[in-house]
């Protein structure tokens, strides 16, 4: 065997490599990103033959989905797709605080439900103590569930062959180093290194390969260290999104080799631990919105999907002449591009010289609107506050807005009307094409169609 050193510089946000150190990075513009890693390269002289895989016939392959190993919290199967399929990489990113190490916990206790199922929790940086404490929270009562307290990436390796446990967790990546790297821990260059190395560990296994969740800290610019290298290393990343001062946390899957990233999961943090959201609308409305019959001003109510669910969203407008040369534009939860078009939307086509008002934003608890449909919702909120005329409570208005002022379709009409009359809404508001598609006057609710953005201000009043 012969080793070989080189040095090399690697941006610490994106993991661009260069053989000289840079100020900025050509590939994510960070600047001052760039830290030198030594790198030892053993080479092999030749791989031995033994190990090279052979082909396996398509027909004979088994389907994942029967293998997949739910982890029985609810909104987490739904992000997943059903469940954990063996041999993946799972990778959660979040916030400090935000609940991973909470959630990772709950796994572990619904996995070992089983009696051949083990587990190995790998923390880098709690002590077996904390981690115990935080078990008697959740109540875990199960056995089988081996803790380790360890940084490097050799003993870890060594753990999983003599336990192999059926979920392997690594609390956080960042935490964890090798000893064959010289780059301190935390750099993109560990990080990469490690989740590499224990994705061949895994994948050289061959009947019942463990499943590994492994957790990643985020960044102050909202990206896991080192995120283009990882990300496409493993299987399935999950954002835990959300306030940590608030209960509600979002999880949404941003890549999902086996299942769909449109599903999300919705979690109050309580005294033990995450609890799914069964009815998420309750959360993001004010109470008893639906049902009073007061006014609120700039207030509205829109009925948005995310994945195969509906949830009810109020965004909140205020707008107020502005005493700057530009006026200010606020956004919460809404991209502030999004909300440009719509104001020169209302100042062309609806006559509102909106554009010396300074304009603050909400949507309720900070979720974000994802979807076009939530276009004529906000144009509402904004031309409510702007003619500081109210809009009555019990409507929820929903549609994307054209640049021409056209109310264009939205999917899934149905589901939204549903949730709608469910959650004690009496009318919507809604483009007329799928308004006359979708069921007419089934659900408790009276369907308003319209087609531009002037007429849904004229049946709101607000024009
Ligand atoms: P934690 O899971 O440690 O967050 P992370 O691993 O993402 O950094 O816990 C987050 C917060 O949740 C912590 O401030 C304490 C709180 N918490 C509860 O409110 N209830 C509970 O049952 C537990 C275990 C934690
Ligand atoms: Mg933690």
């Known amino acids: 065997m012969k080793q070989t050193k080189r040095s090399l510089f690697v941006c610490q946000n994106c993991g661009q490599e260069n ?21 030892t390269k053993t080479k092999e002289s030749k791989r031995s033959s033994s ?11 088994p389907l994942i989905d029967k293998l997949r190993q739910p982890t029985r919290i609810k909104e987490l199967d739904q992000v997943l797709g059903g469940g954990i399929v063996p041999g993946s990489i ?13 959630l990772t916990m709950q796994i572990a206790n ?21 981690i115990k404490l935080r078990s008697e929270r959740l109540a875990v009562k199960n056995e089988n569930i081996y803790l380790l307290a360890e940084n490097e990436l050799e003993n870890i390796l060594a753990q999983i062959d003599a336990i192999k446990p059926s979920l392997v967790i690594i609390d956080s ?9 010289s780059s301190s821990p935390g750099s993109v260059g ?100 639906a049902k009073t019959t007061t006014k609120t001003v700039g207030s509205v109510v829109i009925p948005t999907i995310e994945g195969t669910r509906p949830i009810l969203l109020e965004v909140q407008a205020l707008a107020a002449p502005s005493y700057f040369n530009y006026p200010q534009r606020v956004t919460t939860g809404l991209d502030i591009r999004r909300l440009a078009m719509l104001l020169c939307v209302l100042e062309r086509h ?18 974000k609107i994802t979807e076009p449909g939530g276009d004529l919702g906000v144009a509402c909120a904004i031309a409510s506050t702007y003619r500081n005329k109210p809009i009555a409570s019990g409507i929820a208005i929903v549609g994307e807005v054209s640049l021409s002022g056209e109310i264009r379709p939205v999917v899934q009409m149905k589901n939204r009307i549903n949730e709608c009359a469910k959650m ?29 953005v002037s007429e849904a201000l004229e049946v709101l009043g607000i024009r």
């Not at 000289?20 to 830290?35: A, E, I, T, Y």
């Not at 989740?195 to 957790?215: F, G, H, N, Y």
């Not at 995450?274 to 609308?281: A, E, K, N």
């Open 90 to 102: 799972i990778l959660i990113g979040g916030e400090p605080g935000i609940g991973k190490s909470t």
């Open 173 to 181: 990546i960042q935490a964890i180093y090798s000893d064959n790297l």
């Open 51 to 61: 190990i090279a895989t052979q082909p396996v016939l398509l027909s004979k392959v």
């Open 19 to 39: 053989a000289k150190w840079l100020g900025r990075c050509p590939s994510c513009n960070s600047w001052n990103s760039f830290v030198e890693e030594i790198r």
């Open 424 to 452: 004690g809404f009496n009318q919507i508001i809604g483009p007329d094409y799928t308004m006359k598609k979708e069921i007419k006057g089934k659900a408790n609710i009276k369907t308003i169609g319209i087609t531009t």
């Open 350 to 367: 609806c006559g509102m010289n909106i554009g010396n008002h300074d304009i603050f934003l909400n949507t309720s608890g900070g979720l």
């Open 110 to 130: 619904n996995i070992t439900e089983e009696k051949d199922k083990s587990v190995l929790y790998v923390s880098g940086e709690e002590s077996i103590e904390q």
């Open 190 to 289: 560990q990080v990469r290194e490690c989740t590499a190395e224990i994705l061949r560990r895994i994948k050289r296994e061959q009947d019942v390969r463990p499943s590994v969740i492994i957790i990643g800290h985020i960044t102050k610019f909202g990206a896991i260290a080192g995120p283009k290298t990882l990300e496409h290393i493993v299987d399935v990343v999950l954002y835990f999104e959300g306030d940590k001062f608030q209960q509600y946390r979002v999880l949404r899957a941003t890549k999902n080799r086996f299942g769909s990233t449109q599903e999300i999961g919705i979690f109050e943090m309580s005294d033990s631990g995450l609890v799914g959201v069964d009815s998420p609308s309750l959360l993001f409305i004010s109470h008893a919105r």
